[in-house]
């Protein structure tokens, strides 16, 4: 019975953790809608660095590059590129895309923007020394 019982919580616990655990580290394909509300395409790429993530995006020809911190199951960006600057945020949607939403500065709308990780990328993991964070209530 302890053994039963140990094993129900065990899996309960990696229920509960999982979705808390995934977090966006590696390359994955854009698409998204610009402020001009035109469809774009392009690549990001997410590196965990101590507490902290770099992150860059590849637009067509345009770059951006920002600091992101990951908590409650969210990534929070700061970028810049292209002579703007903006915030966005992304959670982990049920389909394992990393859907987004995010504004320049001086601009009144936010505009939305998807993660898909690249076939054959390294699964998400979880912060390198850090204890699951609890799953956000809805």
Known sequence: ?????SAFAFALLLFVAAPALAQPVGTFDV????????PYTGTVTVTQ???TYRVE????????RGVG???EGALSVGFT??????VAIYRLGPNGVWQGTWAFVDQDETHTENWTARTGA???QPPAGQAPAPAPSK
């Open 49 to 51: 660095t101590g507490q």
């Open 31 to 38: 698409q998204g809608i610009d402020d001009g509300g035109d």
């Open 1 to 5: 019975m302890t053994r039963l019982f």
């Open 81 to 86: 590129g292209e002579g703007v600057t903006g």
């Open 69 to 71: 911190i990951f908590a």
């Open 122 to 124: 390294a699964p998400a």
């Open 57 to 64: 995006w590849q637009v067509e020809d345009q770059t951006f």
